[in-house]
């Protein structure tokens, strides 16, 4: 452990302060402390920041009610630089996105990941943009009953999967599911970011 005494603030007294998800990992936004506003998270175990455009402090969701709850702090080797990691509110972006890091300057195509959460945003499109086709787009024209009926009907056929014994159709069916169940979380709006915090409690009890 180190105290604040050991961070390196420059020339204007702050320190550029990275936000990351506890539990996705997600890259959510970079701002400055100044040693009040650390402290001052420090001490609320919840992100205060300093505006160098309104030269005063600002909590992180103060108006929007977006709070981020503070689960570490980090600095690099040189101190002078904070990484943040934080279980979020709500969005992290004052445009409404999840983080401030959307706009794409480049991406290989050969690399890119894919997960869940890529796999969820691309659900939440559909929902908003229509695509000829898209059998996302279907079952949310039809509705939760139909929703909610073809997750019953995937997950027999996970259970019937695996009492086969076939592990290749039981992963199969199981990408069904999960494909499913990201449909009607976003019907309801429940996020992977809900799911997680739920496991997590859970977790904790245990």
């Known amino acids: 452990m180190i105290s604040i005494e050991e961070l390196v603030f420059n020339h204007d007294g702050l320190i550029p302060a990275i936000v990351t998800d506890f ?15 650390l402290e001052i998270t420090l001490t609320e175990q919840y992100t205060c920041f300093y505006s160098r455009s309104r030269e005063q402090l600002w909590r992180k969701g103060e108006t929007s009610g977006n709070r981020q709850r503070v689960i570490e702090i980090t600095t690099d080797c040189d101190y002078d630089t904070l990484h943040i990691m ?39 499109d559909r929902k ?45 069916e199981i990408a069904d599911l999960c494909y499913h169940l990201l449909v009607l979380m976003n019907e309801m709006d429940i996020s992977i970011d809900d799911i997680m915090i739920e496991l997590a409690s859970r977790h904790k009890e245990k």
């Open 86 to 124: 934080v279980i979020k509110d709500g969005p992290a972006c004052h445009t409404g996105s999840e983080s401030c890091f959307f706009n794409r300057l480049f991406v290989d195509e050969n690399e890119k990941s894919f997960n869940l959460k890529c796999l969820a945003d691309i659900i939440a």
């Open 128 to 172: 908003h943009n229509l695509k000829a086709g898209s059998y996302t787009n279907y079952l949310f024209d039809s509705g939760i009953e139909k929703i909610l009926k073809k997750v019953g009907e995937e997950n027999a056929e996970v259970i019937i999967a695996a009492m086969k014994g076939s592990k290749p159709e039981t992963i199969y």
């Open 23 to 37: 539990y996705t990992k997600d890259l959510l936004m970079m701002a400055y402390m100044n040693r009040q506003s």
